[in-house]
């Protein structure tokens, strides 16, 4: 799961454990969405009393595994890139274009990480719908994996520079 390290294994082993954490929250939600999806249809078409917590406890579990899971992903560097460009260039070049798409992929997540935590503070007082909730919570993985997925390319982009010091 690692990215570049540039030799210093203490960052690299404490970022690698995060992201397998971060995947392991995105697995649990997965399992715990699934779980409340099938309780809702068990009690609307079994039961026929169909509970108004269901739908936003799923999506909160959904964005949860959706935010952990990307990051874990970025942090592996298995995420969205034009790998076939990169692929072309020089070596030069393609020193560059991974550390543009770190840049890219780092921006990204402060955008979401202060966006995230803008709109979670601005629901907090508006109680969510079907559930006794503030709706501004469901705001709070995409703040905290926004917040991931930057520190993961900010570790890479570092591992990238302290690597390219030292000669890899």
């Known amino acids: 799961m690692s990215a570049p390290s540039g030799g210093n294994d203490t960052l690299t082993r404490a970022l690698d454990a995060t992201a397998r954490a971060a995947l392991l929250f995105a697995g649990l939600s997965l399992v715990v969405m699934a779980a409340v999806e099938f309780w809702q249809v068990f009690a609307r078409y079994v039961i026929n009393d169909s509970p108004s917590w269901t739908e936003p406890v799923a999506l909160f579990f959904m964005k949860c595994a959706m935010m952990f899971g990307a990051a874990a992903g970025v942090r592996g560097e298995a995420h969205f890139g034009f790998f076939i460009l990169v692929q072309q260039a020089g070596s030069t070049g393609q020193r560059l ?36 909730l503030p709706e501004g919570l469901g705001y709070l993985p995409v703040a905290l994996g926004g917040a991931l997925i930057a520190l993961f390319a900010a570790g890479s982009l570092a591992g990238r520079v302290t690597a390219a010091d030292h000669g890899g």
Request: net charge neutral; hydrophobic share 65%.
């Open 97 to 132: 274009l991974k550390a543009l798409a770190q840049l890219v992929v780092l921006g990204t997540g402060l955008v979401l990480a202060a966006w995230g935590c803008v709109l979670m503070r601005d629901g907090w007082d508006i109680p969510m719908a079907g559930v006794a």
